[in-house]
C-alpha cells in the first residue's frame, strides 16, 4: 500500500526538551511538507521540502528544524525553542510543489 | 484580506439534508482546486479534485467552481453522521504552492 506514515501518534514532552517527529512516504513524491494545526485553526506550513538535502522555511519555522538526507523521509525536530508546541502536526507529500497533498495520519504533541 | 476564506461553522444539519460548503478567493491565478475531509484527530483526506469551472460529480458529492465570481462549493446529498467532519478548501495556482482554506465543521444529527 502507497502512502504516508507518522510516529508516534501520540507523544509527551517535558519542557526544555527536544523531540522528533517521523515521517515516511512510499509515494515516490519529491515535495514533502510539515504544517501544525491548533484547535479551531486551519494548517500552517512550518517547513517544506522540494527535493533531497533542500528545504525551505514555511509560515512558522521559528522553533522547528527539518532535514532530509532521503526523498522517502522527512522528520520534524520540536526544539525547547518553540514556546507553544502543543499542537497535531500533519505530514504530506506530492509530485511536485504545485501539485495535491497527500497527509499522513498526524502526530498529536503535548507539553507537560 | 486573506486569500481564501471559508466560514468556521460549526454546520449542524439533520440527516439527509443537502449540505452546502463554501469558499471565496482572492487570487484569480488559482485554477486547480480541492476539497479534503478531516476526521477528527486523523489526517485530511481528498476527496475532490477539479481544475475547471463547472460541476464535477462524485457519488453525493458535487463541487463546484465559478472562477468568474472566486467562488468554489462543495455540495453533500442525502447526508449521514459520517460525513461530520472538518472540510477544508485547497487551491493551486500554476507553479506555486497550495493555498489552504482554515476548514468548515460539520455536524450531520441522526
Known amino acids: 500500500d502507497g502512502g504516508i506514515t507518522q510516529s508516534p501518534k501520540y507523544l509527551f514532552r517535558k519542557e526544555g526538551q527536544n523531540v522528533t517527529l517521523s515521517c515516511e512516504q512510499n509515494l515516490n513524491h519529491d515535495a514533502m511538507y510539515w504544517y501544525r494545526q491548533d484547535p479551531g485553526q486551519g494548517l500552517r506550513l512550518i517547513y517544506y521540502?522540494?527535493?533531497?538535502?533542500?528545504?525551505q522555511k514555511g509560515d512558522i519555522a521559528e522553533g522547528y528544524s527539518v532535514s532530509r538526507e532521503k526523498k522517502e523521509s522527512f522528520p520534524l525536530t520540536v526544539t525547547s525553542a518553540q514556546k507553544n508546541p502543543t499542537a497535531f502536526y500533519l505530514c504530506?507529500?506530492?509530485?511536485?510543489?504545485?501539485?495535491?497533498?497527500?497527509f499522513g495520519p498526524g502526530t498529536r504533541l503535548t507539553v507537560l | 484580506q486573506k486569500e481564501v476564506e471559508q466560514d468556521p461553522g460549526p454546520l449542524s444539519v439533520p440527516e439527509g439534508a443537502i449540505v452546502s460548503l463554501n469558499c471565496t478567493y482572492s487570487n484569480s491565478a488559482f485554477q486547480y482546486f480541492m476539497w479534503y475531509r478531516q476526521y477528527s484527530r486523523k489526517g485530511p483526506e481528498l476527496l475532490m479534485y477539479?481544475?475547471?469551472?463547472g460541476n464535477k460529480e462524485d457519488g453525493r458529492f458535487t463541487a463546484q467552481v465559478d472562477k468568474s465570481s472566486k467562488y468554489i462549493s462543495l455540495f453533500i446529498r442525502d447526508s449521514q453522521p459520517s460525513d461530520s467532519a472538518t472540510y477544508l478548501c485547497?487551491?493551486?495556482?500554476?507553479?506555486?504552492?497550495?493555498?489552504f482554506g482554515p476548514g468548515t465543521s460539520l455536524s450531520v444529527i441522526p
Open positions: 477539479t481544475y475547471s469551472s
Open positions: 485547497a487551491m493551486i495556482a500554476s507553479y506555486d504552492k497550495v493555498i
Open positions: 504530506a507529500s506530492s509530485t511536485g510543489r504545485a501539485d495535491t497533498q497527500y
Open positions: 521540502s522540494q527535493i533531497v538535502n533542500d528545504f
